[in-house]
């Protein structure tokens, strides 16, 4: 179990862990010459002879010291809000009960410390200050203790209480991902640099590789302690301290707020979805963009709040925000955080860690919103998934999952209607109901540019994906066509798709003129006339004629061997069929002996030959030709009859 301290300055908190321990605590020399607590001190200590070592977290009260004090509220189990007798609840003691509601400690005790400077009526007044002062939160039953540090009065009854707590601490699950927010870093002689924090998440192993800071630099761990005591492992809800050894590691690159953690959980965001709580005591309203201090394990990082439901927010309620942050974290769902104002002078509220990878598009639509609905309601994976998959359209990233939720996909357990897809980019889950519904708008909007275009075999890939403006990112689109035409649901001419029993239909313009440009092209059979002298002879517009020939060669009508050179697809065949003959004389084939075949110039047959070459018919031996047997030409003309 972690214990902490919290409470205004002066009001013993520091001087109640020596009562509780016998211990003085790794106090600094700055702190021991004023007198007060500035920075985080940790204290190991059993409350009985008999009972598991406690790690203690004494934090600073001071206004100027809450950084510090928020560095060091991470992970804590029980929280002993420590109010003097002669001062009663104070500004501290407020903010500070603030923060560990906003970080959603389990457990809170509270202690009215220095009893025996003042009456008994005194000590109800302040008892009677505390219960208004938790009356409206989370911890209003919580249990109080009147104590004093110096004579020991009341601090055998604590320890029996912390006792009763620490058996009664949930066990938390070690199945995620290592993580563990770094508090302190210092060389150790003979060691080397050693690394200490609370494992918030998973277990580590002597031995293990993790990654370090916003960099991810690879680590490995040399030795651990737990607890205060040597170890081979380590577990979530322990303080732990690690022996850290890398390449060219130093000192200096090591701060407080960094992250180590386990290599597939390393996942850097400076944007994230959370659920906003403004203080009830915040005396104006928070505004859309405000700049904020972000307190998250032990970061502080600037950032911009956008407001998803609203312009701003009143004291006391709560909405959706992103967090638009100045510096990359990591951030898990359910992680807690506090935010202050710029200035760091207050705490303003705090907030649970929805989406760590939240989008910068569509960040407020009533699809997102609703998402993020449903993981405010849920605590775990399993509550989020079914919901999160049935809702999305454009399908979730499982990789995404494991580092939003820390949690390994061979952990998972999948609902039975989800539909696992593979695109380029890696696997999609979407429900099965959904999937089937986007192959049906898939088809539903390639009919519609069918009737729209009637004259065109059809759209390829990136301009149906445009065309049909679905949601979906361009790999899911292509899973989703790819699918469709291994079912059959649709065909493919070359690169252009269309519905199977699609046929392409002229306009009546097109039509006209095609009448008239076919018998000139199939006229001049092997040396046909390039569009200048189509447009001229039928007097159109060489742009009409080309966008025609073009057209007709989409459909496999045509087929364009130069840029304004256009042959039938009948000519093409005997082409072809006159290739396959040769070879069947010399597998390799003479480019004079296809022109005297083809009975027109060298230069129109090399530029006939060369087409051959780009659509993979046959392949250039220096000046010479072999026929690929493998292509769909050749196996299509195979055994036709010769010219």
Not at 26 to 44: A, C, N, S
Not at 81 to 91: Q, R, T
Not at 545 to 572: C, N, P, W
Request: aromatic share 6%; glycine share 8%; with cysteine.
């Amino acid at each position: 179990m972690i214990i902490g301290t919290a409470g205004h300055i002066d009001h013993g908190k520091t001087a109640l862990l020596e009562a509780l321990t016998g211990q003085a605590g790794d106090r600094r020399r700055e702190e021991r010459e004023r007198g007060i607590t500035i920075d985080l001190g940790y204290l190991y200590a059993p409350l009985t002879a008999d009972a598991p070592l406690t790690g203690f977290i004494d934090v600073p009260g001071h206004e100027r010291f809450i950084h510090n004090m928020l560095a060091g509220a991470q992970g804590i189990d029980l929280v002993l809000l420590v109010v003097a007798a002669d001062d009663g609840v104070m500004p501290q003691t407020r903010e500070h009960l603030a923060i560990v509601e906003l970080l959603g400690i389990p457990e809170l005790r509270v202690v009215i410390s220095k009893c025996d400077r003042v009456e008994s009526a005194r000590i109800e007044q302040v008892r009677k200050q505390i219960r208004r002062l938790l009356e409206p939160g989370p911890y209003a039953d919580a249990q109080m203790f009147e104590v004093s540090s110096h004579s020991g009065e009341g601090i055998d009854e604590l320890r029996q209480a912390l006792l009763l707590a620490q058996n009664e601490v949930l066990e938390r699950s070690d199945r995620g991902g290592f993580r563990l927010d770094i508090d302190r870093a210092f060389s150790v002689s003979g060691a080397g640099i050693v690394v200490t924090g609370t494992a918030l998440a998973g277990q580590v192993t002597v031995g293990d590789t993790l990654l370090l800071g916003q960099s991810g630099k690879p680590v490995r761990v040399r030795g651990l302690h737990a607890q205060n005591q040597t170890a081979a492992q380590a577990w979530v809800g322990q303080r732990v301290a690690l022996n850290l050894s890398a390449e060219k590691l130093a000192l200096e690159q090591i701060h407080r707020g960094d992250w180590l953690l386990a290599e597939w959980l390393f996942a850097p965001t400076q944007r994230i979805d959370i659920d906003l709580n403004l203080l009830n005591g915040e005396t104006r309203n928070f505004e859309h963009f405000s700049p904020v201090h972000v307190h998250i394990g032990t970061q502080d990082v600037t950032a911009r709040v956008a407001l998803l439901e609203g312009s701003s927010l009143a004291p006391g309620k709560r909405m959706f925000a992103q967090l638009l942050l100045n510096a990359p974290i990591h951030a898990v769902h359910g992680d807690r955080l506090v935010l202050r104002d710029q200035s760091a002078q207050r705490t303003l509220g705090g907030g649970r860690v929805l989406d760590p990878f939240a989008p910068s598009r569509q960040r407020r639509s009533s699809e997102r919103l609703a998402q993020l609905q449903i993981l405010a309601g849920a605590d775990t994976l399993e509550q989020a998934l079914p919901m999160l998959i049935a809702e999305s359209e454009t399908g979730l990233d499982p990789q995404r999952l494991e580092q939003q939720f820390n949690r390994l996909r061979a952990t998972w357990r999948l609902p039975a209607d989800i539909r696992i897809i593979a695109t380029r980019q890696g696997q999609l889950l979407f429900s099965d109901a959904r999937w089937q519904a986007l192959q049906h708008t898939l088809l539903e909007h390639l009919a519609r540019f069918h009737e729209q275009e009637p004259d065109q075999l059809g759209p390829d890939r990136d301009r149906l994906r445009r065309f049909a403006s679905m949601a979906l990112e361009r790999p899911a689109f292509i899973a989703l066509i790819d699918e469709s035409l291994a079912s059959g649901a649709i065909a493919s001419s070359g690169p252009w798709l269309h519905l199977p029993d699609h046929q392409v239909q002229l306009n009546d313009a097109d039509g006209a003129l095609w009448l008239q440009i076919r018998p000139l092209i199939e006229q001049a059979s092997f040396d046909p006339p390039w569009v200048r002298d189509l447009a001229a002879a039928t007097a159109h517009e060489e742009t009409q004629v080309r966008l025609l020939l073009r057209k007709l060669a989409r459909i496999g009508q045509a087929h364009q061997v130069m840029r304004d050179l256009f042959y039938l697809e009948s000519t093409l065949g005997e082409m072809v069929a006159m290739l396959l003959q040769l070879s069947e004389t010399d597998p390799v084939i003479q480019a004079a002996a296809f022109r005297d075949r083809l009975g027109i110039g060298r230069k129109r047959s090399i530029q006939i030959l060369e087409f051959f070459d780009r659509i993979g018919f046959t392949r250039r031996i220096g000046d010479k030709r072999q026929i690929r047997g493998d292509n769909a030409l050749a196996q299509k003309h195979k055994g036709a009859d010769t010219v």
